[in-house]
């Protein structure tokens, strides 16, 4: 079973993505790569500030790794799409 604090990790790497996506796609940006970026930068930003405010928060590298993969999971159709 997953943890809660892994899937809230995991829903809201999807949301940046899919947010960032659709912003910078309206740019007329390569919104692909800096959805990708802007999650990356989310979670390990998010496990900096912990680990900097250790008084109050934890800092835990799976953390960022489920952070990146809500992402991961939000892009797997546009790079299927983008191969077909």
Do not use: Q, W
């Amino acid at each position: 079973m997953l943890a809660h604090d892994k899937s809230l990790h995991i829903v809201v790497g999807g949301a940046i993505f899919s947010a960032a996506y659709v912003l910078f796609t309206l740019a007329g940006l390569p919104a692909l790569h800096i959805a990708a970026g802007a999650v990356v930068l989310a979670a390990v930003g998010k496990e900096v500030y912990d680990h900097l405010n250790r008084d109050k928060h934890t800092p835990d590298l799976m953390d960022a790794v489920a952070t990146v993969a809500g992402g991961v999971v939000c892009s797997l159709p546009l790079l299927v799409s983008k191969m077909l």
